[in-house]
């Protein structure tokens, strides 16, 4: 098939292409369009697409440009939603084009989900491993279960932890997210300590917290505009992120806020760090340290 393939004048990027803020010099290729799920209340990241998986050809043109134009990068994400969902004899096929063609690529990283994870069989993720996926990308949110329902992630805390296990069991690194201020004000210390609970018996080498910041054309922002959703403040921000950080327990890992959707910016490597990130947080509730401006905040 290779033979038949002619490099374009560019990569073949379609509508909004998002990355996480670690892939930020990867070659980016864009294997699937869209997020499977797509349901998300929180979310608008993909509402334009309708999900799919792109062409064998589109994605070996991309990866043939790669070869001659992006020798410096040596890693590759997967975009978009979550590659993982890709039939496995094509994800594998995608991977060994990638060996193939750009043999000084290190690492291939790919967001999943829980269904994603799920249609995986453990012996399929190791194969995935060890033909180049170095690392995954999970959406955990929180671990409430009340506020898993409510934000439609169409998953429970019970399957995030197996599905989470179940990529780190195969030798896959992972790096989760959750939301800071998910759960509103009544929620908010629950939600942190539930999900401070599953980031413990997942075990991810990294956490990533984010902060809700509104998006105009979402479900959770009407729901805001209708009085159902409370937005906290940053004061009310940084307990929770302090709760879900004190019921964090990770042999090794890295829990990090330094997205530019939170107030304070924390990289605690756990367990080691973790007391002087709480000594931080308590700074910065007492007012002795100095938080990122509204103005500053994005997505
Ligand atoms: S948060 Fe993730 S799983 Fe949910 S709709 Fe957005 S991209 Fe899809």
Redesign the pocket.
Known sequence: MDCDIEIGDDMHYEGTCIRPPSEAYSILLQVTLG??????T??S??KEKRFAIKEDRIILSDILFASKYMKQQNRVFLMD??ALIIPQKRLMWILDRIREHLPWVKRVGA?A?TKSIRMKTPEQLVALKNNGLGILYM?V?TGDDEILKKVR??TTAENIVRMGRKVRDAGIKLSVTVLLGIAGREGSLRHARLTGEVLSAIGPNYVGALTVMFQNDTPLYKDYCNGKFELLAEKEILPELREMLAHTHLNRGLFFSNHASNYLPIRARLPRGKQEALDLIDSAINGEVGLRPEWMRGL
């Open positions: 997020c499977s799920h797509n349901k998300c929180f979310c990241a993909y939603g979550d967001y989900n959406g949110e992630k169409g």
